[in-house]
């Protein structure tokens, strides 16, 4: 077989020269503490600077996931061109889960493609050989090492706590409102949710809602939960307190929600009913005297008075709770306080979402 000298020499000077023409790069980590706090948001930083755009390279880095002894959360990944040269950053947080030394010790594999190379080189010689060729570089990204300690509270971070409640003093059966937000940052995830048990007071509680950001400082936010308190006598919300350790002084803290006494008044006076009693029938006594003047006792006799007509006050209390309410929540607390086993059926339908507006719910309530 007849060897061409000449491609073969090609070629072997685009093996032995392909480091000098690809692009040079160099790495960096950086982390923010030699010691924390188990939970304690950890930022890790690492850094790719090329000599000239790096346009050879692919980079294979993705450290991402949760391992046996810390997760690893991605706070950003960013790549830039300055004055032509290539810089690719990433950014991460890191939760330790157990006390002791724990290193970072990440891989990294740099893919470079030669293709343009070979183009450049051969000048766009010989088309129809593609000689795309990929080189890959295993390498170990500098060691990260950071010292953990056991804390004295399971949720670390800087809080504040905010309490928005209703008004102090509530008819009997109307629901007392109460929202819990805790603010600021840190593990917002070890939050517990909020129960509350008190005597002869029915209470309903929604699912704790998180407005959350990751930032260098870990997550960043707001934490909240809301309640509705039903009772037909006063009650107290006792003191309620929620600890927590902050990592920069070390100190175990605590968010109090301070006692809450409310004050439960009669649902409504007889005075303030919209449907008053009424005389269903008025009869005038000089129209009696008229009829007694020309009728005769016995047709006065065959004269049938009405009765006046008895109203059914729990009913009109219910149905005037009925007209002001505002929600499907509230119908529920109504209806569960009225007649649970009366209106099981439009209860359960209200909780599986088959009845899903108030229109809908007032007619079967209505119709049952």
Known sequence: MKINLGKFFLYLFIIFNIQLIASEYKWSAS?????????????????????????????????????EKYNILVLKEDEKI?????????????YVKEKGKVDFDFDVVMKK?????????????????????????????KLLSVNIQESKSSLLGDFNIKIKKDKLIKKAFSPFHLEIKINGSG?????????????????????PTQELSLTKQGYTGTWSQKFAFVADKDFSIEEFKIEYMNPEDALKKNLIIKKIDVKVTKAYEKENL??????????????????LSFISGFILAKIKFKKEKTIDNDSIL????????????????????????KYDKIIKEIENKQI?????????????
């Open 356 to 368: 899903t507006s108030l229109a809908q719910a007032k007619k079967s309530i209505f119709s049952s």
């Open 113 to 141: 493609t030669t293709q343009d190379s070979i183009v450049e080189l051969t000048g766009g010689m010989d088309n129809d050989m593609e000689m795309e060729q990929f080189f890959n570089t295993y390498l170990k990204q």
């Open 82 to 94: 300055i004055n032509n040269k290539r810089i690719n950053t990433y950014e991460y947080i890191a």
């Open 318 to 341: 219910f149905k005037e709770k009925l007209n002001n309410v505002k929600s499907l929540d509230e119908l529920l607390i109504i209806l569960v306080l009225q007649d649970c086993i």
């Open 31 to 67: 982390i923010n503490k030699k010691s924390a706090f188990i939970n304690e948001p950890i930022y890790l930083k690492y850094i790719c600077e090329f000599n000239d755009s790096g346009s050879l390279y692919t980079i294979d880095f993705n450290p991402i996931g949760k391992f």
């Open 274 to 291: 919209l449907d008053k009693e009424e005389e269903i029938f008025e009869f005038s006594y000089d129209y009696l005297y008229l009829i």
């Open 187 to 207: 593990n917002f995830q070890d939050i517990k949710d909020i129960k509350f048990d008190i005597n002869n007071v029915k209470v309903f509680s929604q699912k």
